[in-house]
């Protein structure tokens, strides 16, 4: 059983910059695939960044600006989010797959002037 607690979540400006931690209880190697997603109001669930035996993939409207680390000793995957825009708002949840995949509570970011 695998447990995600997600954090770093918050109100910036457009321009701004945000943190997000997802720390995975459980028994995780790094092959596992890692993932965070997005949900906007009235949108489906997207993947915004994916990483895995350290290679990464991200949404065509992240790269460049979103980074997705990890740090397998410690169970903890990251979300650097720079250069924030308002159509960055969403509740971003974090992702695991082992035998069976398992999702955090998710966390809200909101990006506004």
């Known amino acids: 059983q695998v447990q995600l607690v997600e954090s770093g979540g918050g109100l910036v400006q457009p321009g701004g910059s945000l943190r997000l931690s997802c720390a995975a209880s459980?028994?995780?190697?790094?092959?596992?695939?890692m993932a965070w997603y997005r949900q906007a109001p009235g949108k489906q669930r997207e993947l915004v960044a994916a990483?895995?035996?350290?290679?990464?993939n991200y949404a065509d409207s992240v790269k460049g600006r979103f980074t997705i680390s990890r740090d397998n000793a410690q169970n903890t995957v990251y979300l650097q989010m720079n250069s924030l825009k308002p159509e960055d708002t969403a509740v971003y949840y974090c992702?695991?797959?082992?035998?069976?995949?398992?999702w955090g509570q998710g966390t809200q970011v909101t990006v506004t002037s």
């Open positions: 992702y695991v797959r082992t035998i069976r995949t398992y």
């Open positions: 990483i895995s035996s350290g290679s990464t």
């Open positions: 459980g028994t995780i190697f790094s092959i596992n695939p």
